[in-house]
Antibody, heavy 126, light 107 residues
Framework: QVHLQESGPGLVKPSQTLSLTCTVS??????????WTWLRQSPGEGLEWIGH???????YYKPSLAGRFVISVDATKNQFSLTLRSVTAADTAVYYC??????????????????WGQGLLVTVSP | DLQMTQSPSSLSASVGDTVTLTCRAS??????LLWYQQRPGKVPQLLIY???TLHSGVPSRFSGSASGTDFTLTISGLQPEDVATYYC?????????FGPGTKVDLK
C-alpha cells in the first residue's frame, strides 16, 4: 500500500523560500500513470490544488499560482518536492501531497487523489 | 475559469436524518466529479467518484447524483461520525477546482 509523508519546516519568514518534500513508500514515483500532486488548505478555508508532476518530469500548475511554485521529482530518493519563492502570510496553510491517478472500471474513467499524506502545517511569520 | 459552488455552506441535522448537499459547476464537466469528506483535523477522504460511484469501503448511506452541472451528495441516515466538511472537486481537466465545502454537524 502506497504511503505518502510530507516533511519540511513548520515556520518560515516572509520573503523566504519554502521547500517541502513528500516521501513515497510502498510504490515508486517512476512507475504507473500517476500524477504526484501538491495541495494546500489555509486555516479554516477550503482545499486548493497547486499542481502536479508526472514521472516524465512534466509539470502543471494552477494558473493563478504559476510562477511561484515549482514541483519536481527525485527518483533516486523516491520523493517529490514543492518549492515556493517569496512566501507571504497568505501562504500559511496545511500542505498536502497526494497521488493522482487515472482509473478505469465499470463506472468508466475517473481521476482521484488517493492516497494523501497526513499534511504539514506551514506558518509564514516573522 | 471553472468555478465550483456548494450549498448550503453549513447545516445542522439530527442523527438519522437525510441530508442533501449540492455542488454546482460553472460549466459542463460531464460526470467527472468527486466528493470528499474531511473530518475535523483529518485528511480528506474520497467518498464518491464519477459523480455517483461509491469509493471502496464507503458506507452505503452515502450516494451521489448528477443533473447537468448540478451534483448532489445525499447522506441517508446521518450518523455521528458523519460530522465533517464535504467538498466536491472536478476532474474533467486540470486545474482541479474544489468547492468551498459544506460543513455538516449535529443538531
Amino acid at each position: 500500500q502506497v504511503h505518502l509523508q510530507e516533511s519540511g519546516p513548520g515556520l518560515v519568514k516572509p520573503s523566504q523560500t519554502l521547500s517541502l518534500t513528500c516521501t513515497v513508500s510502498g510504490g515508486s514515483v517512476t512507475s504507473g500513470n500517476y500524477y504526484w500532486t501538491w495541495l494546500r488548505q489555509s486555516p479554516g478555508e477550503g482545499l486548493e490544488w497547486i499542481g502536479h508532476t508526472y514521472r516524465s518530469g512534466s509539470t502543471y500548475y494552477k494558473p493563478s499560482l504559476a510562477g511561484r511554485f515549482v514541483i519536481s521529482v527525485d527518483a533516486t530518493k523516491n520523493q517529490f518536492s514543492l518549492t515556493l519563492r517569496s512566501v507571504t502570510a497568505a501562504d500559511t496553510a496545511v500542505y498536502y501531497c497526494a497521488r493522482g491517478g487515472e482509473y478505469y472500471d465499470s463506472s468508466g474513467y475517473s481521476f482521484r487523489f488517493d492516497p494523501w499524506g497526513q499534511g504539514l502545517l506551514v506558518t509564514v511569520s516573522p | 475559469d471553472l468555478q465550483m459552488t456548494q450549498s448550503p455552506s453549513s447545516l445542522s441535522a439530527s442523527v438519522g436524518d437525510t441530508v442533501t448537499l449540492t455542488c454546482r459547476a460553472s460549466r459542463a464537466i460531464s460526470d467527472y466529479l468527486l466528493w470528499y469528506q474531511q473530518r475535523p483535523g483529518k485528511v480528506p477522504q474520497l467518498l464518491i467518484y464519477t459523480a455517483s460511484t461509491l469509493h471502496s469501503g464507503v458506507p452505503s448511506r452515502f450516494s451521489g447524483s448528477a443533473s447537468g452541472t448540478d451534483f448532489t451528495l445525499t447522506i441517508s441516515g446521518l450518523q455521528p461520525e458523519d460530522v465533517a466538511t464535504y467538498y466536491c472537486q472536478n476532474y474533467d481537466s486540470a486545474p482541479y477546482i474544489f468547492g468551498p465545502g459544506t460543513k455538516v454537524d449535529l443538531k
